[in-house]
């Protein structure tokens, strides 16, 4: 079964959105239900070329920081999406598997500008 993201772009009905391996490891998802709601704040996780970046930013990221919220539990990943915006994924890390429970565009990584902050890779 099959239906449609926004004009043009059909994905098929699955279990999680995305389902891979992060640049250590440890396997990494976003589930429909988190995919569903975050996408009413960010329609942007609704386009297709978005969610293959955001893929691609777990697999590769080009840095990884501590979360403002919770420096412990949580990591933002981050990777290039276009000239001057990021994709940016913040990650559980308390759960096997991990689970992506936000994702957006970012002018910048934000974390970086924050006292405090490490970046972990």
């Known amino acids: 079964m099959q239906f449609k993201l926004q004009p043009g772009i059909i994905m098929s009905i699955k279990k999680h959105i995305i389902d891979t391996i992060d640049d250590e490891g440890k396997r990494v998802i976003l589930t429909r239900k988190k995919w569903k709601e975050k996408s009413k704040i960010h329609p942007i996780?609704?386009?297709?070329?978005f969610?293959?970046?955001?893929?691609?930013?777990?697999?590769a990221p080009e840095q990884v920081w501590e979360d403002k919220s919770n420096k412990k539990d949580k990591r933002c990943y981050y990777k290039k999406y276009s000239t001057d915006l990021y994709v940016k994924a913040v990650v559980l890390t308390v759960r096997n598997p991990y689970c992506i429970i936000s994702a957006f565009a970012s002018n910048k990584i934000k974390e970086s500008i924050y006292p405090g902050f490490k970046r972990l890779r």
């Open 51 to 59: 969610l293959r970046n955001l893929k691609q930013a777990i697999e």
């Open 45 to 49: 996780l609704t386009n297709n070329t």
